[in-house]
T-cell receptor, first 114, second 112 residues
Framework: DAGITQSPRYKITETGRQVTLMCHQT?????MFWYRQDLGHGLRLIYY???????DKGEVPDGYVVSRSKTENFPLTLESATRSQTSVYFC?????????????FGEGSRLTVL | GQQLNQSPQSMFIQEGEDVSMNCTSS?????WLWYKQDPGEGPVLLIA?????ELTSNGRLTAQFGTTRKDSFLNISASIPSDVGIYFC????????????FGPGTRLSVLP
């Protein structure tokens, strides 16, 4: 039972480079989410997806791109990384037809942009 | 910006003590959730509350959905070392498109 996995767990990149963070879940959950966690801000929603090929912006979407061609995968791309995008990124999923609150989180991807 | 406030921001307690923390907002929420995050891990759901006034327990943890629907409380009884971590509240509201808004967290340290 793999659950929800993120890769890479740690990534160091340079300003201006493209970075993709991967997220894979094995539960066939409908909903998937990307959050970033920064000191003093808690978790802030970047993008979410209600189903394959359906994505929508969250609170802080600028500078990020997502796609969801398959239910189980929800990659997050930083097209041109900036230092302000240094953060810990969490992917989460939730089952059912509507959001119930039981979000299952991955272990996080720690990204440093130099 | 941040819509939920949590207090205290951090706390140090002795093992065996009871702990209380709360989450407040200026907005009404339909659902309140409490999560715990261990170092280097993702948050894990502790308790979910769906109705104003609801009181729900999960082992030594008890949480309440405030009657005004603008706040929630989490209590931990007889704390143990593994209670160490960051506790997040999260609220769900029609105002935020059914997505969840997270508070900034309360960092709990338990001294032996």
């Amino acid at each position: 039972d793999a659950g929800i996995t993120q890769s890479p767990r740690y990534k160091i990149t340079e300003t201006g480079r493209q970075v993709t963070l991967m997220c894979h879940q094995t539960w066939s959950h409908s909903y998937m989410f990307w959050y970033r966690q920064d000191l003093g801000h808690g978790l802030r929603l970047i993008y979410y997806s209600a189903a394959a090929d359906i994505t929508d912006k969250g609170e802080v979407p600028d500078g990020y791109v997502v796609s969801r061609s398959k239910t189980e995968n929800f990659p997050l791309t930083l097209e041109s990384a900036t230092r302000s995008q240094t953060s810990v990124y969490f992917c989460a999923s939730s089952g059912g037809q509507s959001l119930t609150g039981e979000l299952f989180f991955g272990e996080g991807s720690r990204l440093t942009v130099l | 910006g941040q819509q939920l406030n949590q207090s205290p921001q951090s706390m140090f307690i002795q093992e065996g003590e009871d702990v209380s923390m709360n989450c407040t907002s200026s907005s009404i929420f339909n659902t309140w959730l409490w999560y715990k995050q261990d170092p280097g891990e993702g948050p894990v759901l502790l308790i979910a509350l769906y109705k104003a006034g609801e009181l729900t327990s999960n082992g030594r943890l008890t949480a309440q959905f405030g009657t005004t629907r603008k706040d929630s409380f989490l209590n931990i009884s007889a704390s143990i070392p593994s209670d160490v971590g960051i506790y997040f509240c999260a609220g769900q509201s029609n105002n935020y498109g059914q997505n969840f808004v997270f508070g900034p967290g309360t960092r709990l340290s338990v001294l032996p």
